[in-house]
C-alpha cells in the first residue's frame, strides 16, 4: 500500500511563493508519472502540473513561468516549486500517481494554499 502525504501549504500574500511537498511511502514515484492538482470551492478538480518517470514536465497554462514541479528519487518527492502567486490560486491541492499496468492510482490527502490579496 503506498501512501502520498502533502505539506506545505498555508497563509501567503499575493506575490509571495510556497513550496509543497508530495511524500511517498515506498519508492514508486520514480517509476509513475506524479500530478499536482487543486480544487477551489465551487470549481471543479484541476490539473495543474505533471512530471514522468524520464522527467518530461507540463503545466497548465495559468501557471506556466510561475510553477515549477520537480522529483527527488532519493527522498521519494515530489515538490511543486509555486512563484508570483495570485488570489485566483487558492485552492487544496492534491498530488496523485497515474495508474499503469503494475499499479494503481494513488493520491494523498491535500493542503490548503491560501493567497491573500
Known amino acids: 500500500q503506498v501512501q502520498l502525504v502533502e505539506s506545505g501549504g498555508g497563509l501567503v500574500q499575493a506575490g509571495g511563493s510556497l513550496r509543497l511537498s508530495c511524500a511517498a511511502s515506498?519508492?514508486?514515484?520514480?517509476?509513475?508519472?506524479v500530478d499536482w492538482n487543486r480544487q477551489a470551492p465551487g470549481k471543479q478538480r484541476e490539473l495543474v502540473a505533471s512530471?514522468?518517470?524520464?522527467?518530461?514536465?507540463s503545466y497548465t497554462d495559468s501557471v506556466k513561468g510561475r510553477f515549477t514541479i520537480s522529483r527527488d528519487n532519493a527522498k521519494n518527492t515530489v515538490y511543486l516549486q509555486m512563484n508570483s502567486l495570485k488570489p485566483e490560486d487558492t485552492g487544496v491541492y492534491t498530488c496523485n500517481t497515474r495508474s499503469t499496468t503494475s499499479f494503481k492510482s494513488v493520491w494523498g490527502q491535500g493542503t490548503q494554499v491560501t493567497v491573500s490579496s
Open positions: 515506498r519508492s514508486i514515484v520514480s517509476y509513475m508519472t
Open positions: 512530471i514522468t518517470s524520464g522527467g518530461s514536465t
